[in-house]
């Protein structure tokens, strides 16, 4: 199991955002120059697309929605353009958000025309009511409000078709085992916390590859793949979604916190551990309400990153 830390003095907190672009990053010895490059390009502008809010007074809600939207823009991430085809060969894309201030949060699932899920999540939790949405109906409502709609066929990208293929053939020879984390799953996923001293977390992805029509993994869920207490924490989930469901990981993160006292790391080794134990592939970004971060994971890797006043981090394998 890997962590990558980075604490800072309990003193009055300073904004800083982190995120993952997926747990279960191309396999270290499959990842290319090219492709090494343009993840890394997409992490830091994605944190650099966050932090502008950040520095500019933002609050951490705003700054971790433009982190997301950034990603879903970006082909190499699992969610939006990039994203996983399912079983049928067509894209059903999940999001949400939670603000760690009010406890509001808002979520989309399956749906399959919103350009960026994320800001459909996020338009749902400033009405407050509904708080989830799923399919058609996510699609239309989102449509109503002025959202930006596009074909089904805008998320998907070669990358994505050949990994669609290769599942299948491999499920038809029987040899699924043998898939490598990356095409098994992958999301992304961002936490902040602002200079007013409140957090907030935002999650999407497009599921795993050769998924069922109609399932539904953590990333919409409010506590499985998401959560944001200022009392506690923020944070987003990549990995099989069905044990963070299970689990309830993100909330029992900001719950071993709150009632056993834990330091962030430790709940959030915790909380890897138990879906370690369940077999899945898991990893997470973590802030809590002082300003440190935790980018854990037990897969060979996990885009992942951070930013504040201190500078730029990136990775994704051991690095």
């Known amino acids: 199991m890997t962590f990558t830390s980075m604490?800072?003095?309990?003193?009055?907190?300073?904004?800083?955002?982190?995120?993952?672009?997926g747990a279960g990053a191309i396999p270290r010895?499959?990842?290319?120059?090219?492709?090494?490059?343009?993840?890394?390009?997409?992490?830091r502008s994605a944190l650099r697309t966050g932090w502008a809010v950040l520095e500019a007074g933002g609050p951490a809600l705003d700054a971790v929605t433009a982190a997301v939207q950034?990603?879903?823009?970006?082909?190499?991430?699992?969610?939006?353009?990039g994203a996983a085809v399912n079983r049928a060969g067509f894209h059903e894309l999940d999001a949400s958000v939670m603000d760690g201030a009010t406890g509001?949060?808002?979520?989309?699932?399956?749906?399959?025309?919103?350009?960026?899920?994320?800001?459909?999540?996020?338009?749902?939790?400033?009405?407050?009511?509904?708080?989830?949405?799923?399919?058609?109906?996510?699609?239309a409502w989102a449509k109503g409000r002025g959202l930006e709609m596009v074909d089904n066929?805008?998320?998907?990208?070669?990358?994505?078709?050949v990994a669609l293929d290769r599942t299948l053939q491999r499920e038809a020879e029987g040899t699924a085992a043998q898939a490598s984390e990356a095409d098994r799953h992958g999301t992304v996923g961002a936490v902040a916390l602002d200079r007013h001293g409140h957090l907030a977390a935002a999650t999407s992805t497009g599921g795993y590859?050769?998924?069922?029509?109609?399932?539904v993994g953590d990333s919409p869920i409010i506590g499985a793949g998401t959560w944001a207490d200022d009392r506690t924490c923020a944070v987003s989930g990549t990995g099989k979604g069905e044990h963070f469901i299970?689990?309830?990981?993100?909330?029992?993160i900001h719950a071993r916190m709150l009632y056993l006292g834990e330091t962030l790391e430790q709940a959030a080794q915790a909380a890897i551990g138990a879906v370690t134990a369940l077999g899945g592939g898991a990893g997470l970004c973590a802030v809590d309400m002082r300003g440190n971060v935790t980018l854990p994971f037990n897969t060979e890797g996990m885009y992942r990153g951070w930013i504040s006043?201190?500078?730029?981090?990136?990775?994704i394998h051991e690095d």
């Open 7 to 21: 604490p800072l003095a309990p003193t009055a907190p300073a904004p800083i955002l982190a995120l993952h672009g």
């Open 29 to 43: 010895a499959e990842l290319t120059p090219e492709l090494d490059r343009e993840a890394r390009e997409g992490l």
């Open 70 to 81: 950034a990603l879903e823009s970006h082909p190499a991430f699992n969610s939006g353009h």
């Open 104 to 139: 509001r949060a808002g979520a989309v699932a399956g749906v399959r025309h919103i350009r960026h899920p994320v800001l459909a999540a996020r338009a749902l939790l400033t009405e407050a009511d509904p708080l989830l949405l799923i399919g058609e109906a996510a699609d």
């Open 153 to 161: 066929a805008f998320f998907t990208t070669e990358r994505r078709r």
């Open 209 to 215: 590859t050769a998924k069922p029509v109609g399932r």
């Open 246 to 252: 299970r689990t309830a990981l993100a909330h029992t």
């Open 309 to 315: 006043a201190r500078g730029v981090f990136v990775a």
